[in-house]
């Protein structure tokens, strides 16, 4: 079993998203980072940052019988697609260009749509110049990948992987919010919307964005608070 603490944001989605496409059963505890429960220490223990997502892992295949703690998105999609064989090849060419984009959505696309949001929707005070910088980013991003999307199906290559599942949710948040205002940007970039469409009609990725839900954050606030990984046992190396 797999305990999955997350909230309704795009890194989130990634490990819900990869856990739907693996089939394995998970239980969901909604980490309500509006209200600071990524701040509980309770939570530190599992995730030292203080950020969602983050997973616990009851059945690590050390045979130490001990839960393990993985936090980091990309971390996240790289121990489960390592201990199921599954969206990530083993060697060669396949595998460097998987992590290649892998690490490309988590360095820059993940940041910089992030900081585009907190500029436009948060900042307490306005920065023209924050708002451009990192729309522009945004869209440079997006063209990167629309680049690499003009000549491969999916970012690693003829198979979609972890690389993919990382990058959906951010894609289609910053060209969801570039769309507004300039259209004919995004329309401009086909093979990134043709790659929008064919992974977002996958059923596990539809399902995984819906993660958390409705009842399952309200389960976890009834919990009132984040608690140690269920059944007990040190996280902890
Ligand atoms: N690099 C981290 C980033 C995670 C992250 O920024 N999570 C956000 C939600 S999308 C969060 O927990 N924010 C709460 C906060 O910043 O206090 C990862 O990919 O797991």
Do not use: C
Request: glycine share 10%; charged share 25%; proline share 7%.
């Amino acid at each position: 079993m797999i305990d999955l603490y997350t909230w309704s944001t795009p890194n989130g989605r990634k490990a819900s998203i990869m856990l739907e496409e693996l089939a394995v059963p998970y239980r969901v505890t909604a980490v309500d980072i509006g209200k600071g429960e990524q701040h509980h220490s309770e939570f530190r223990q599992l995730s030292p940052n203080g950020k969602i997502p983050a997973i616990v892992d009851h059945e690590p295949d050390d045979g130490s019988g001990q839960p393990r703690r993985i936090f980091e998105s990309g971390n996240i999609l790289m121990y489960l697609a390592e201990k199921t064989g599954k969206f990530l090849p083993a060697g060669g060419q396949g595998r460097t260009e998987v992590m290649g984009w892998l690490f490309f959505q988590m360095a820059h696309l993940g940041p910089m749509v992030g900081q585009w949001h907190w500029f436009k929707n948060a900042a307490p005070e306005k920065s023209e110049l924050g708002i451009k910088r990192y729309r522009e980013e945004t869209l440079r991003l997006l063209e990167v990948m629309n680049g690499r999307l003009a000549e491969a199906p999916y970012l690693g290559g003829k198979d979609y992987s972890i690389a993919d599942i990382a990058s959906y949710a951010w894609a289609r948040t910053g060209s969801d919010e570039l769309a507004k205002e300039d259209a004919q940007a995004i329309a401009n970039l086909k093979p990134l919307l043709d790659w929008l469409s064919r992974v977002g009609e996958r059923p596990a990725v539809e399902q995984g964005m819906e993660i958390p839900t409705p009842e399952q954050k309200q389960e976890s606030a009834e919990r009132a608070a984040v608690k140690g990984p269920a059944g007990g046992g040190s996280v902890l190396p």
